[in-house]
């Protein structure tokens, strides 16, 4: 039988009792003739303890002794659950990022793997044990600093593994049921999706589901990895994550995965720029040079009276004070007339591989939200994916409207959240 | 000028307050014109904290993965810090022991140092940052797997660190004033020592001084590098241990040392051996497969009528199960009687080079014991130490009547103690 790469991330590594529960968890797909290798994260709140630690003593830590200081987190959770495994009576043994072979940049606390050399990991297969590695975590190519790949870095650990030891699958335990159509928080009878393409599952990653990182499912697809994201806390099955699969009756039918929201964006307008060639491209120059990422842009036709138009963009929250500044500093040059900043709005978005091939998904969708009351302040697509800003107050009736809308609605509550943020 | 190398404790590394005025102290340092380089223990309860979550998982948890668990302590400490050591507007970088070259035998839990090759080190050194190296960790030189170095291993640490760099010398920052001629909380007049040598500092500690390890005392006369053991709760100078210099008065004046005393060993007697050659080898042999550290031997003169003799020793108290049970399974081969236990006993130790030249010595300590009213039961002597086992009750009142007889006693109080173990 082949490989399995298993990723368990902090809440289903809480206390010693759900380390010995993954630890039992781990030892089943062993006796069931699999080669286990697994990648976890910090337990519980560790991270979080690690980071008051930290501002203790300063305010403004280095971030390679930031990186040094986090990694202590999954050290202690893999020598842990290797130990609740050698009780079980089998053998396991721990490895860092850095002794599994994770390669990465040089870029402290957002580090990209930039390669996978498992060759202590496999010498550790063939000698017969289970093994453990600190997810989250690498040592870059130039300098042998260590590295920690940012939010969601186990996720993407998991899927380097078994793309770079060639594992049937990945599964990723997390503390939820699956994927699911829309938040269960928001909409109870939201259904687990049984399977979604990787493009769709990218989709619902940038547009705000949570369950996982955007660079995981990118890792996933560029080496055809088939992901299972499943909950520690029961044995159901959960979502597969798969290649896209053209003729495949399943694929087919379902023309929309899923309705995702994202609260963390704001908006900010720029008023009255000079419609002349070049300005727009000054205005976003400026914002790339603090790299911010800007996500959706509209630019208003300009009133052929005044010469004049507005830009509209939305970006992270966390960013808008940065990219207010910059702003500012090019009011001059750009000769714009003022900055309008509005962080109280909500993005939905409506995904689905199907929606190709369906005209009328985008008016059906735009129906709903008028039947719901809502007004749309901005509008962005993809081949696969209908994105609207709206009102932040009115993001749940959205996400309702639209569920039931396109049918997504369950004929019963079968979700279950388990709390937490499933990182 | 040169390189020093410092060493903090845990309890002098308590919190985050602790951390910052540690940083400060190494800034004065490297202001004063040194190139500094540190190595950390754990923040204080660090060590029980990760213990007690090992024995949550498993009662019995590998070697290896304790290691992997333990050395995530000094990783937290030596990144925090580096970080108050930048807050101060001096940098830093700190190191794991593997990174920092601390090269090992492969024995987990009490490994040995058998090079170091500092590369990183230097590096960090000549481009003008502070160096901050995990304490009581390295890696093993077959298996290259993290190993760690057993009790007191930051002192060696640091130790190891100062000979291999060439460090002017090396300052052990704990939280008592230096070495004392005898316990404070026995002896409350005991006297810190401004100087001791190499060689009488290994007898204080493996006589019970808890103030350095053995082996960190071992790497420092091997290498002749001048320790400097100091309160970090203070600025006073603390005790200098140097090379025996016999033209120097200082050493010539001090004929005594010190008293320590040790209350870890028990006493194992075996009654009724038969007095033939070889019964007493076969003894020590089965103690020496079950790797109990014997101390002090004593063999009775036979009775002529029996032909029989008791042979008793001592050993750390931890061992006595292992050690009966050893010698409970060969008392059919040897033939002796019984075996007595006795852990209610304490070693007293008088220290000093100069009792080399100085007749007299033990008959004035047993002396000082007999008015005391101290009952003697063992004693063991070295060229430059006299120990006795008496009664655990009288150990107090053995070292006080010791320490006074021999002029020890300052004129008044000085000691300053700040609890903990001073690890």
């Not at 870029?107 to 010498?123: E, F, L, Y």
């Not at 060639?166 to 928080?185: H, N, Q």
């Not at 091939?357 to 697509?381: D, R």
Request: hydrophobic share 45%; proline share 3%.
């Amino acid at each position: 039988m082949g490989i399995v790469v298993q990723k368990y991330g902090g809440s289903s590594l809480g206390d010693a009792g759900r380390i010995k529960e993954v630890a039992r968890r781990i030892v089943e797909s062993k006796k069931a003739g699999y080669d286990v290798v697994v990648a976890v994260s910090a337990m519980g709140d560790t991270t979080d303890d690690l980071l008051d630690l930290a501002k203790g003593v300063s305010p403004l830590p280095p971030a390679r002794e930031m990186d040094m200081l986090l990694t202590a987190g999954e050290r202690i959770s893999m020598a842990l659950v290797a130990m609740a495994i050698s009780d079980l009576g089998f053998t396991a043994r721990s490895f860092t990022g850095s002794q599994a072979g994770v390669i990465t940049d040089s870029a402290h606390g957002r580090a990209k793997i930039i390669d996978v050399t498992p060759g202590r990991i496999s010498a550790a297969i063939a000698d017969g044990h289970i093994v453990i590695v600190a997810g989250f975590q690498g040592v870059s190519q130039d300098t042998k600093e260590i590295t920690t790949l940012g939010r969601g870095g186990t996720d993407t650990t998991a899927v380097a593994l078994a793309a770079a030891l060639g594992a049937d699958y990945c599964e990723i335990f997390t503390d939820v049921d699956g994927v699911f159509t829309a938040d269960p928080r928001i909409v109870p009878t939201a259904r687990r999706l049984e399977r979604v393409s990787y493009e769709e599952m990218l989709e619902m990653a940038a547009s705000g589901a949570k369950i996982l990182h955007l660079r995981c499912v990118e890792y996933a697809r560029r080496y055809d990895m088939p992901v299972h994201v499943r909950s520690s806390f029961s044995h159901k099955e959960g979502t597969w994550i798969t290649p896209e699969q053209p003729g495949e009756e399943a694929m087919e039918q379902a023309i929309i995965a899923g309705v995702a929201h994202d609260r963390s964006e704001a908006k900010i307008t720029v008023v009255g720029v000079p419609d002349k060639v070049g300005e727009a491209a000054r205005i976003f120059e400026a914002l790339a040079a603090t790299e911010v990422n800007i996500d959706m842009v509209v630019q208003n036709v300009s009133a052929a009276a005044t010469g004049l138009t507005d830009i509209s963009f939305t970006l992270p929250r966390a960013d808008g004070q940065t990219a207010m500044s910059a702003l500012a500093r090019i009011q001059d040059e750009v000769g714009y007339d003022k900055l309008l900043y509005d962080d109280r709005i909500g993005k939905v978005s409506l995904i689905g591989a199907g929606m190709r091939s369906h005209p009328g998904i985008t008016a059906k969708f735009f129906a709903a939200l008028a039947s719901a009351g809502v007004n749309i302040e901005m509008i962005s697509t993809s081949e696969i994916r209908i994105s609207v800003i709206v009102n932040e107050v009115q993001v749940d009736e959205a996400v309702r409207a639209t569920h039931t809308a396109f049918e997504l609605d369950a004929a019963e509550v079968e979700a279950v959240v388990y709390g937490g943020t499933g990182r």
